[in-house]
Nanobody, 116 residues
Framework: QVQLVESGGGLVQAGGSLRLSCAASISILSIKSMGWYRQAPGKQRELVAEMPSGGTTNYVDSARGRFTISRDNAKKTVYLQMNSLKLEDTAVYYC??????????WGQGTQVTVSS
């Protein structure tokens, strides 16, 4: 059974930074894409950033220029570096790994709260 373990969320002041991590138990060769989503209270879950294997990284417009997605294949870990955080970035952040064959796996979610 594939497991994704997230860490790095917390409380930060507006303008601050956080780095989220998501460690996967799946073989790196099985990964089609790795990404981060978020869900704010009362809103739908939305894609924040996605890194396809061998493809172009995508960001939601509100995160482009402030957030950076990266991966460490040796550690089977995907990261989300979030800088210049805004109040509207407050949400539960989930990592998602899509395997070849389109099976998708989700992390447990980590809360990010940005205060004024």
């Amino acid at each position: 059974q594939v497991q994704l373990v997230e860490s790095g969320g917390g409380l930060v002041q507006a303008g601050g930074s956080l780095r989220l991590s998501c460690a996967a138990s799946i073989s790196i060769l099985s990964i089609k894409s790795m990404g981060w989503y978020r869900q704010a209270p009362g809103k739908q879950r939305e894609l924040v950033a996605e890194m396809p294997s061998g493809g172009t990284t995508n960001y939601v417009d509100s995160a482009r220029g402030r957030f950076t997605i990266s991966r460490d294949n040796a550690k089977k870990t995907v990261y989300l570096q979030m800088n210049s955080l805004k109040l509207e970035d407050t949400a539960v952040y989930y990592c998602k790994i899509t395997a070849w064959g389109s099976l998708a796996y989700w992390g447990q979610g980590t809360q990010v709260t940005v205060s004024s």
